[in-house]
């Protein structure tokens, strides 16, 4: 294998690279942070990149003849910072900006690790050993806090490789002090030590481009998803039920039977006047529930109307449909007698078609037919199911 030569970079070209990589990417989330102020992680990450310069400014001040009180135990209390924050960052993305930090715990550990620092800074390697340690713990913190974040996976998976990639060259680093307790560093160690700073630089610079893809990314599904959704019910609203439904029938090659239901509230309005908008929104949720409930995980629920539902139930026979209709207006007359503590005495009007074998790629037939089955149980005196066979 070729040796690799690292002398091109020597340490202080390194040192200097590191620390404006690390200004210009904080200077990059403060203004993230401006751009998107109710993302208060960016703030914390902005502060992580401005406390590793300060502290690697004051460290190296020990070539400087500053006191060590400056140089060794300030500057190592604030190295061990930076992959806190990131860490406090990600809870603060992962829970949503409002989530309150354990406070508590983090100021116990930076009490415990002060304390340790300040007790045996002035023993040679002892405060580097200990903020590798720190800074081992830190990544590590980091890489469990990214197992919560599945969406977008790749994104996190490759956070979570860097941050354990660095959390092993400071395990090199504290095994190289360890093997050297009482000298000073052999002149190779300059090798670690360049490749500890390429491994920050690193780590440094995928956060930076990681870190905000993470956010905006999952903002935009959730945005999505938000778009899709009704607020009251959280069914699917119409325009993504219409959508869904239709691509369905049109992928539903197998011939397999489906069923579509429209399902309208009884006098739903008289619920409205009597009772107050307030109990109408709790019975239209109830009634939500109801239906998750009884349904399969594979039918397709959406409210398409202010008080109509739809359901798609693919591989689902005439026979089926009719059990399955009938258990529906049973389970609400049954349960919705009262909606929080009031008496309404809510029914619904159910209508159904089938596609019968034949391959049916036309949603809007099948929804028409639905209709006209829904429109029969209505006259034919509500709190009825009336199913259409296809002509
Ligand atoms: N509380 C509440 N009411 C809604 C919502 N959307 C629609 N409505 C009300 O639902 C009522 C529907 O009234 P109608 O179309 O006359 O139907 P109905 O009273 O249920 O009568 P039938 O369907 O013929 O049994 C209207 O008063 C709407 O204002 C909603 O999101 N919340």
Redesign the pocket.
Known sequence: MPDIDLSVLDLTTLIILTLVVNLLVSAYMALLARLQPQQTAFRHWALSCVIFVLASALAAGRLYQVPALLSVLLAHALLALPPVLIGTGLLRFIHGPQYRLPRTALILCAAGYLLLLSAGYTVLHSAAVLNAAAITAGCVWCIVLLQAVKKPLFVSRLLQLVLALHALTMLAEIYLYLNHWHSVLPPQASALMQLMLLSHLLLTTVAAVLLPLLFFISREQLLRQQADLDE?TLLPNRRHFLRESSAYLMRNNSQAPVVVMML???????I?DTHG?AT??AA?KQVAGILMAELRKTDFIGRIG??EFAIVMPDTTADDARAIGERLRHQVEQQARTVEGKAVNLTI?IGATYSQSERVTDFQTLLKRADDALYEA?RSG?NNFIFHLAQ
């Not at 309208?264 to 008289?270: E, G, I, P, Q, S």
């Open positions: 009251l309208d509230l009884d006098y739903f309005k008289a409205n908008h109408g929104d239209l202010g008080e009007s209505k509500r």
